[in-house]
Nanobody, 125 residues
Framework: QVQLIESGGGLVQAGDSLRLSCADS????????MAWFRQAPGKGREFVSA????????HSVDSVNERFIISRDNAKSTVYLQINTLKPEDTAVYYC??????????????????WGQGTQVTVSS
């Protein structure tokens, strides 16, 4: 059973940094690609970053460049999203997602089988 619990969101000022965490209570974390998506007010959910289960390679949407860094700790069954130099336009609910076993770290939302409840990030200017 996969259950994803996000944490680390909050109200911050522009220029600050945050690290979001997503812990998986299941036993198959090591075999699942993990991803972060976000949904800004009044907009659809969009891909942010994803990381492979096998090689640890990752990719992110161009708009976040190097400000967003995804990583994973398989020993802790946790995926992280480090967000640096936050901007007001980063305000959104951030969701983590897990693929099926041995899935690919795609940016396609429908390829992920499990979702967390989301954590709110609000950036004031």
């Amino acid at each position: 059973q996969v259950q994803l619990i996000e944490s680390g969101g909050g109200l911050v000022q522009a220029g600050d940094s945050l690290r979001l965490s997503c812990a998986d209570s299941g036993r198959t974390f090591n075999t699942r690609a993990m991803a972060w998506f976000r949904q800004a007010p009044g907009k659809g959910r969009e891909f942010v970053s994803a990381i492979s289960w096998r090689t640890g390679t990752y990719h992110s949407v161009d708009s976040v460049n190097e400000r967003f860094i995804i990583s994973r700790d398989n020993a802790k069954s946790t995926v992280y999203l480090q967000i640096n130099t936050l901007k007001p336009e980063d305000t959104a609910v951030y969701y983590c997602a897990a693929s099926g076993e041995y899935g690919s770290h795609t940016r396609i939302e429908q390829e992920y089988d499990y979702w967390g409840q989301g954590t709110q990030v609000t950036v004031s200017s």
